[in-house]
Each structure stands twice: as structure tokens, then as C-alpha cells.
């Protein structure tokens, strides 16, 4: 978009006002309050700080939560994670209720396939084609929110939950490693310096630079990791066969402030993760390959790498009663896949060369504007274009029409995608009605239209409110009529008559393009506090879909392919509790979900017949499922020295023929201690002892088995790591 449409959206009149509170079930640690924004008649030139205070003020107008659910975690919950900062973020998300751990670094939240939308400071972040290779630094998170449930209007396309992160700025006080503000966090530059060694090979470096004057701030972090357990190992042993990861990330936030009501902003990061695809000794041979020999499949050379970039410029502010932020930006995303020449052929009878990438420009806008006293009207709209392209390169051996290998001599198949734009569309209204100091409703619609493989739309209606039903009890509920289409950067349509005669012959001929899934969600819960210490959370939900999608590794590359069931339907229960007195708090999480679908209708060719016939029947398990999951973590200060223990509990994911069975269950339990030094030539720095899964607990996640399933995946053993950080 151009200058004139910015103009445009800065000149018009309107207005926000506080965002709604949904019933909130906050981390251990709750968040620290906002400054107050400084009164401009006060004084005549206000503080960077102050401005920035105020403009985030002014920010959070834009986003309600009324009738979702909330579990928010901020810095200082964060420092209470065994590994604190370094903790990734699928690690920090799984301490929610509700979120099932799964391989590669993937997370299911209430009974999806990922379907998770990230926003930084209130701007979607299109996702990227990876699930093991973490895009987000976690040292960026000043708060974090995971809302769920039926959401308002605002929100579209990745719906199973939103990660909402609000980010360090260089006009706030910066934090230590242990979450408490930094002696020197007014002073105009500062920043930290950290390092953890440990188990499994690992190095991490980590730094972070803050700054202000009166009109620029910025934030800058950037963090290196290598280990030689990047991703799950598929033995049990303790020491994977080749899997060392290298991966760097880096973010930054800068900012210009134009007056007291208006900032413009530019964030901009990048990830580059390099991985070796970990090995299973002792597998047979399936195929011959002329001149080969015998090949150990200990010493198979695969590998992963995987880019992300972006870079996101922000006009955001407030114009007489109008609060607004308007944003341009870009991503590209890739995944390159480089086989085993040798090893793939004979072990899986096919090598292929997968290149990956996807390229989207984004536009987002969001108002809001109050009226007659008791309404906020809010709206807004989003628009992107996406460049898709999917490369295979790969050598198969000849075959018969049983699949049979008839020669020993490979053949190479050019199996390219057709370049398209993907566009997307998507305009909102919705409204929050205070009706009285109890009650605040919130009712609006939404439209979507989606152009890319096939062209989809839908007008979605959304109802949520919440009652105050006393100082201690809250209600929340919610309807959500759903649209989330297929992710544009995970299909790859294959040319099915390229592999005939070969020994990558697909089991099916079907061919059908994904679909958009459409979905009514209803949601209900209740936050009760009890005295002074203990506030408790107890939240239903229900979802009724039509094209239910889902996602499985059916190649041999590490990444994931869409389909769609004919029907699904999902429901849970989620319980939380969390404590807090003195310097003892804990929280635990406990949620019952089941997630089923009938009836593979896109994607068939990767299926085997008898499976398909059997889910055209029959109700299955989707291969992420997980009966009860649990979470929790208890953390104590003594006299300085801050004790931490959290834990995992899974009753196990789904395996065997269409997902009829499931794994058994397991425990993973995670112990920390730290504490501050004042060090010689050094001054303050935190020391972190953690020790992950100190039960050296083995456990699996996948075995092989199911539904779109690759390779075994096994939990972590113990490892030992020691953290060392600096702020100055």
C-alpha cells in the first residue's frame, strides 16, 4: 500500500478505549501493572518514557478478549522456567492449559494441528513452513499471552489459539536475569550478556541492547545455539546418531516518536537453523542400488536447513479520540531438504532434493472508537500476498505396478509446483457494549476470502461476554463461527502420474486440492479466587467442523503436508490452579480433550486404501490426541536463592492403524536453582543451575505408527546445564 492510504488511516476520527478483560488465568507470577501515562498538560515536552508508556497504552485499546480465554506468562514467570530465557517457546507455551507436546518442536493447543496465529505487539507474524526450528527469541518477551476459546472478531485464520507478545522496547526498564528491574534501567543504554553450557554438546551465547533518547528507543537481541541433540532422538539410547543443530536468531524493535500521540516503528528478525537428521541403527535394506553395497543406516548423512525473516514497519498512535496502528511488512520462509543419495535410495527407494520457500507481503490495520458512553467499536482489516514455491528433485528406482524395484540403475523426477499468488483478504467490525459494571458483551462479525489453490470465503458471526458475578467469581462465554485456511506455505501439489512405474508410486490416485475448515465453537468458563492466595479456572469447550484440517509427514524431508477430513469434532475440559504467598507460589494445569475426524476427503494420495476406507467409515483418533494432559510448577525463594521445579504429563499421542491406539503415558520433571553474585571486576551476574528431566525419565512421543507419522521420536534424557548472565 501506498503514502496515501497511511494518510488515509491516520486522518480518520475515531476512537479506542480500554481493551476488555476476559477471565484471566495468569502464570505464577502476574504481570507488573503499566505505568500510568503522564498527563501532556502536565508538562510540555513528556519523557521518551513516558510518550512510549502512553502509546502502549494506547495500543492495548485495539485488542479485547472478551468471552476467549486468557493464560498470560511474563518476564517474570519466564526467569521461573528451569532454563528461564533460554527456555524455547514451545516449552514456555506447554506450562498452559490445554497445549499437548509433540515432536519436532510442534505443540497442539485444544485438539489442533498447530493452527496457532503470533503477534508481536498486536501485528500477526505469518507463520513459517518449520515446526522443529524455533523462529521466536524468547529474550524479545516482556509478556506473553495464549488466548483460546471462541475469540472476537479481530481475530482469523489461525484460531486454535493466539500467542499475543508484547515486546522489550528500549523506553522500559530493562530486567535481570532473575526478572527484577535492573538497578540501572533508567539510564539511556544498557543491555545483557548470557551463556549456557551443558549436556548433549550444548553452547548458547546470548545478547540483548536496550537505548533511548527523547525521541528514538530500540531493542536489539541475538542468540547462538549448538547441541547435538537439535532434534528428538527416534532411539531410546541416550546419545542420538547424528543430530547436531546449529541455529542463530535475532530480533529488533526500534522506534521513532513523531509527538506525543503518534510512534512510528520497525521490527525485524531472522532465523537460521542447520540440522543433521538423526539416524536408527540397524534398519534392513528395502531396495538395490547398482555398485552400492551394503549401507549402515547408522551412517546416513540427511539434512535440514531452515530460513526466516521479517521485517514489519508500524504507524501507531492516537488522533483526537482515535486509537489506530497500521502496518506493512514481509516475510520468507524456506526449508531445504538434502537427502542421502546413496542411503534413501536403498532404505526408502526414493532421494529427493526439497526446496521450499514462501514469500508474504502484509497489510494490517486496526481502530478503535468508542460511542455513547457504554460502546467501543472496533475494526479493522488485513491483506496479504503470498509467493509459494515447492521444488523435488528426486532419483527413484523402476517398478511394476505392485511396486516392485525392476532395476537397480535410478531414474530422476523434476516434480516442480506451478508458481501462484496466494491472496488473502479479511475485514472485521465488532463491538464491546459495557451494559453495566458486571456485564460487557462483545458481538461482530468478520469476513474472509482466500484466492490461492482453490478460492474460498465466509462471513463468520462472533458472541462473547463476561459477568462479573462477584469480586472473587468471573464468567466468561463465548460463540465463534470459524474460517482457517489450509497453510499456504505447507502445499505441495504432486504431479501423482510423474511417480508412476516407480518406487515412490503413490497408494492412491486421488488428487483433490485442500480446503478452507469451517467450524462452530462454542466456549465457557469460570476464574474463582479464593482469599488471598489461590485463584482457580475451570473452562469448557466444544467444536463442530466441516474440512477438519490436519497435517502429516508423509516424506521423508521434516516437513508437514495438509489434508482434510470430511467431519470433525473436538471437546475438552481445562482446570488451573495457581498459588501464591510470600515467596512460595505454584500453579497447575489439568485438561481432558478428544479430537476426532471421519472421512479423508483432500490429500488421499498419501494414504494407503485400507485406511482410507476404514476412516470413510469410522470416527479415528487424529494422531495428535491426548486423553490428559497436565502441567505444573512450584518455585520457592530462600533468602536470595530462588528453587524452581515444573513438570509434564501426557497419557500418550495416538499410533498404529488409523490412530487406534495410543502410547503409554509419561512424567517429565524439571528442577532449577539461581541466584545473584556480586563477582569480583564483574558486579552482579546470575548464576542458574537447571537439570532437565531429572528422573531421567524415557519416554516416547511418536513411534512411527499413525496417521502422517515419520520416524520414532523419544522425549529427552537427563541433561545438566549451567547459565550464566550479566546485565549491565
Same mark, same amino acid.
Given at each position: 500500500?501506498?503514502?496515501?492510504?497511511?494518510?488515509?488511516?491516520?486522518?480518520?476520527?475515531?476512537?479506542?478505549?480500554?481493551?476488555?478483560?476476559?477471565?484471566?488465568?495468569?502464570?505464577?507470577?502476574?504481570?507488573?501493572?503499566?505505568?500510568?501515562?503522564?498527563?501532556?498538560?502536565? #508538562?510540555?515536552? *513528556?519523557k521518551s518514557v513516558e510518550v512510549n508508556a502512553k502509546l502502549d497504552q494506547s495500543r492495548n485499546q485495539l485488542s479485547p478478549g472478551i468471552g476467549a480465554s486468557q493464560y498470560v506468562i511474563d518476564q517474570q514467570a519466564i526467569e521461573q522456567l528451569p532454563l528461564g530465557d533460554n527456555?524455547?517457546?514451545?516449552?514456555?507455551?506447554?506450562?498452559?492449559?490445554? &497445549?499437548?507436546?509433540?515432536?519436532?518442536?510442534?505443540?497442539? &493447543?485444544?485438539?489442533?494441528?498447530?493452527?496457532?496465529?503470533?503477534?508481536?505487539?498486536?501485528?500477526?507474524?505469518?507463520?513459517? /513452513?518449520?515446526?522443529?526450528?524455533?523462529?521466536?527469541?524468547?529474550?524479545?518477551?516482556?509478556?506473553? =499471552?495464549?488466548?483460546?476459546?471462541?475469540?472476537?472478531?479481530?481475530?482469523?485464520?489461525?484460531?486454535?489459539?493466539?500467542?499475543?507478545?508484547?515486546?522489550?522496547?528500549?523506553?522500559?526498564?530493562?530486567?535481570?536475569? !532473575?526478572?527484577?528491574?535492573?538497578?540501572?534501567?533508567?539510564?539511556?543504554?544498557?543491555?545483557?550478556?548470557?551463556?549456557?553450557?551443558?549436556?548433549?554438546?550444548?553452547?548458547?551465547?546470548?545478547?540483548?541492547?536496550?537505548?533511548?533518547?527523547?525521541?528514538?528507543?530500540?531493542?536489539?537481541?541475538?542468540?547462538?545455539?549448538?547441541?547435538?541433540?537439535?532434534?528428538?532422538?527416534?532411539?531410546? +539410547?541416550?546419545?542420538?546418531?547424528?543430530?547436531?543443530?546449529?541455529?542463530?536468531?535475532?530480533?529488533?524493535?526500534?522506534?521513532?516518536?513523531?509527538?506525543?500521540?503518534?510512534?512510528?516503528?520497525?521490527?525485524?528478525?531472522?532465523?537460521?537453523?542447520?540440522?543433521?537428521?538423526?539416524?536408527?541403527?540397524?534398519?534392513?535394506?528395502?531396495?538395490?542400488? #547398482?555398485?552400492?553395497?551394503? &549401507?549402515?543406516?547408522?551412517?546416513?548423512?540427511?539434512?535440514?536447513?531452515?530460513?526466516?525473516?521479517?521485517?514489519?514497519?508500524?504507524?501507531?498512535?492516537?488522533?483526537?479520540?482515535?486509537?489506530?496502528?497500521?502496518?506493512?511488512?514481509?516475510?520468507?520462509?524456506?526449508?531445504?531438504?538434502?537427502?542421502?543419495?546413496?542411503?534413501?535410495?536403498?532404505?526408502?527407494?526414493?532421494?529427493?532434493?526439497?526446496?521450499?520457500?514462501?514469500?508474504?507481503?502484509?497489510?494490517? +490495520?486496526?481502530?478503535?472508537?468508542?460511542?455513547?458512553?457504554?460502546?467501543?467499536?472496533?475494526?479493522?482489516?488485513?491483506?496479504?500476498?503470498?509467493?509459494?514455491?515447492?521444488?523435488?528433485?528426486? *532419483?527413484?528406482?523402476?517398478?511394476?505396478?505392485?511396486?516392485?524395484?525392476?532395476?537397480?540403475?535410478?531414474?530422476?523426477?523434476?516434480?516442480?509446483?506451478?508458481?501462484?499468488?496466494?491472496?488473502?483478504?479479511?475485514?472485521?467490525?465488532?463491538?464491546?457494549?459495557?451494559?453495566?459494571?458486571?456485564?460487557?458483551?462483545?458481538?461482530?462479525?468478520?469476513?474472509?476470502?482466500?484466492?490461492?489453490?482453490?478460492?474460498?470465503?465466509?462471513?463468520?458471526?462472533?458472541?462473547?461476554?463476561?459477568?462479573?458475578?462477584?469480586?472473587?467469581?468471573?464468567?466468561?462465554?463465548?460463540?465463534?463461527?470459524?474460517?482457517?485456511?489450509?497453510?499456504?506455505?505447507?502445499?505441495?501439489?504432486?504431479?501423482?502420474?510423474?511417480?508412476?512405474?516407480?518406487?515412490?508410486?503413490?497408494?492412491?490416485?486421488?488428487?483433490?486440492?485442500?480446503?478452507?475448515?469451517?467450524?462452530?465453537?462454542?466456549?465457557?468458563?469460570?476464574?474463582?479466587?479464593?482469599?488471598?492466595?489461590?485463584?482457580?479456572?475451570?473452562?469448557?469447550?466444544?467444536?463442530?467442523?466441516?474440512?477438519?484440517?490436519?497435517?502429516?509427514?508423509?516424506?521423508?524431508?521434516? &516437513?508437514?503436508?495438509?489434508?482434510?477430513?470430511?467431519?470433525?469434532?473436538?471437546?475438552?475440559?481445562?482446570?488451573?490452579?495457581?498459588?501464591?504467598?510470600?515467596?512460595?507460589?505454584?500453579?497447575?494445569?489439568?485438561?481432558?480433550?478428544?479430537?476426532?475426524?471421519?472421512?479423508?476427503?483432500?490429500?488421499?494420495?498419501?494414504?494407503? =486404501?485400507?485406511?482410507?476406507?476404514?476412516?470413510?467409515?469410522?470416527?479415528?483418533? *487424529?494422531?495428535?490426541?491426548?486423553?490428559?494432559?497436565?502441567?505444573?510448577? *512450584?518455585?520457592?525463594?530462600?533468602?536470595?536463592?530462588?528453587?524452581?521445579? !515444573?513438570?509434564?504429563?501426557?497419557?500418550?499421542?495416538?499410533?498404529?492403524?488409523?490412530?487406534?491406539?495410543?502410547?503409554?503415558?509419561?512424567? =517429565?520433571?524439571?528442577?532449577?536453582?539461581?541466584?545473584?553474585?556480586?563477582?569480583?571486576?564483574?558486579?552482579?551476574?546470575?548464576?542458574?543451575?537447571?537439570? /532437565?528431566?531429572?528422573?531421567?525419565?524415557?519416554?516416547?512421543?511418536?513411534?512411527?505408527?499413525?496417521?502422517?507419522?515419520?520416524?520414532?521420536?523419544?522425549?529427552?534424557?537427563?541433561?545438566?546445564?549451567?547459565?550464566?548472565?550479566?546485565?549491565?
Amino acid at each position: 500500500m501506498n503514502k496515501n492510504f497511511l494518510a488515509l488511516a491516520i486522518t480518520l476520527t475515531l476512537a479506542g478505549m480500554h481493551a476488555a478483560n476476559a477471565a484471566e488465568n495468569p502464570a505464577p507470577a502476574a504481570a507488573e501493572a503499566a505505568p500510568a501515562a503522564a498527563d501532556a498538560s502536565d #508538562a510540555p515536552t *513528556l519523557k521518551s518514557v513516558e510518550v512510549n508508556a502512553k502509546l502502549d497504552q494506547s495500543r492495548n485499546q485495539l485488542s479485547p478478549g472478551i468471552g476467549a480465554s486468557q493464560y498470560v506468562i511474563d518476564q517474570q514467570a519466564i526467569e521461573q522456567l528451569p532454563l528461564g530465557d533460554n527456555t524455547p517457546l514451545n516449552q514456555m507455551l506447554l506450562q498452559a492449559p490445554g &497445549v499437548v507436546q509433540d515432536s519436532f518442536g510442534s505443540i497442539h &493447543v485444544r485438539g489442533d494441528h498447530g493452527d496457532l496465529q503470533y503477534r508481536i505487539n498486536g501485528i500477526i507474524l505469518p507463520e513459517s /513452513i518449520s515446526e522443529f526450528g524455533q523462529t521466536i527469541d524468547p529474550d524479545l518477551i516482556e509478556r506473553m =499471552q495464549l488466548l483460546t476459546g471462541a475469540l472476537p472478531a479481530q481475530y482469523g485464520y489461525r484460531t486454535a489459539g493466539v500467542v499475543e507478545i508484547t515486546t522489550e522496547s528500549g523506553a522500559h526498564r530493562h530486567h535481570d536475569a !532473575d526478572g527484577d528491574d535492573d538497578e540501572d534501567g533508567d539510564k539511556n543504554f544498557g543491555g545483557r550478556v548470557g551463556f549456557m553450557a551443558g549436556s548433549y554438546g550444548t553452547l548458547s551465547p546470548e545478547l540483548s541492547l536496550h537505548g533511548s533518547n527523547d525521541l528514538w528507543s530500540f531493542f536489539f537481541t541475538a542468540e547462538y545455539l549448538q547441541n547435538d541433540i537439535g532434534i528428538e532422538n527416534p532411539t531410546s +539410547a541416550r546419545n542420538a546418531i547424528h543430530d547436531h543443530s546449529n541455529q542463530a536468531k535475532s530480533f529488533g524493535y526500534v522506534s521513532y516518536v513523531l509527538s506525543d500521540d503518534a510512534r512510528l516503528s520497525f521490527m525485524f528478525g531472522a532465523t537460521n537453523n542447520r540440522f543433521e537428521i538423526p539416524n536408527r541403527p540397524g534398519q534392513p535394506q528395502q531396495y538395490t542400488l #547398482a555398485g552400492a553395497g551394503s &549401507v549402515d543406516s547408522a551412517s546416513l548423512d540427511q539434512r535440514q536447513r531452515e530460513v526466516t525473516t521479517f521485517g514489519i514497519a508500524a504507524l501507531q498512535g492516537k488522533l483526537g479520540t482515535t486509537d489506530y496502528q497500521v502496518s506493512l511488512g514481509q516475510r520468507y520462509t524456506s526449508v531445504n531438504y538434502r537427502p542421502d543419495p546413496v542411503g534413501d535410495l536403498v532404505f526408502n527407494g526414493v532421494a529427493g532434493i526439497i526446496d521450499r520457500s514462501n514469500r508474504a507481503n502484509t497489510l494490517q +490495520a486496526d481502530f478503535s472508537t468508542p460511542f455513547a458512553g457504554t460502546h467501543t467499536l472496533r475494526y479493522g482489516l488485513y491483506a496479504s500476498n503470498e509467493t509459494p514455491v515447492s521444488n523435488n528433485t528426486a *532419483l527413484v528406482f523402476p517398478a511394476d505396478s505392485a511396486g516392485n524395484q525392476t532395476s537397480t540403475t535410478p531414474i530422476s523426477v523434476i516434480d516442480n509446483a506451478p508458481h501462484i499468488n496466494a491472496r488473502t483478504y479479511g475485514l472485521y467490525v465488532q463491538d464491546q457494549w459495557d451494559v453495566s459494571d458486571k456485564l460487557t458483551v462483545n458481538y461482530g462479525l468478520r469476513a474472509d476470502k482466500v484466492n490461492a489453490y482453490v478460492s474460498e470465503g465466509q462471513v463468520s458471526p462472533r458472541f462473547g461476554l463476561t459477568y462479573q458475578a462477584s469480586d472473587t467469581t468471573t464468567l466468561h462465554a463465548g460463540y465463534a463461527r470459524y474460517f482457517t485456511p489450509p497453510p499456504t506455505e505447507l502445499i505441495s501439489p504432486t504431479d501423482i502420474a510423474k511417480f508412476q512405474g516407480t518406487t515412490n508410486q503413490l497408494p492412491s490416485n486421488a488428487n483433490a486440492a485442500t480446503l478452507s475448515e469451517r467450524s462452530h465453537y462454542f466456549d465457557a468458563g469460570v476464574s474463582q479466587k479464593l482469599g488471598d492466595n489461590w485463584t482457580l479456572g475451570l473452562d469448557a469447550y466444544y467444536r463442530k467442523v466441516r474440512n477438519l484440517l490436519d497435517e502429516g509427514q508423509f516424506g521423508a524431508a521434516l &516437513v508437514f503436508s495438509p489434508f482434510n477430513y470430511d467431519q470433525g469434532r473436538v471437546r475438552g475440559v481445562e482446570f488451573s490452579a495457581n498459588y501464591t504467598n510470600g515467596n512460595v507460589n505454584g500453579y497447575l494445569n489439568v485438561s481432558s480433550s478428544r479430537a476426532m475426524g471421519k472421512n479423508v476427503v483432500t490429500g488421499q494420495y498419501n494414504f494407503d =486404501q485400507d485406511e482410507l476406507d476404514y476412516i470413510a467409515t469410522h470416527w479415528v483418533h *487424529l494422531d495428535h490426541d491426548q486423553r490428559l494432559t497436565a502441567s505444573g510448577g *512450584l518455585n520457592y525463594n530462600w533468602n536470595g536463592t530462588k528453587f524452581g521445579a !515444573d513438570f509434564l504429563y501426557g497419557s500418550g499421542l495416538r499410533r498404529d492403524f488409523a490412530n487406534t491406539a495410543h502410547l503409554p503415558k509419561y512424567w =517429565q520433571v524439571n528442577l532449577s536453582a539461581n541466584r545473584d553474585f556480586n563477582l569480583p571486576a564483574i558486579g552482579k551476574t546470575n548464576i542458574r543451575l537447571a537439570l /532437565i528431566n531429572a528422573t531421567d525419565e524415557v519416554y516416547q512421543l511418536r513411534d512411527g505408527s499413525g496417521i502422517g507419522v515419520g520416524a520414532p521420536q523419544f522425549g529427552p534424557r537427563v541433561g545438566a546445564y549451567l547459565l550464566v548472565s550479566k546485565a549491565f
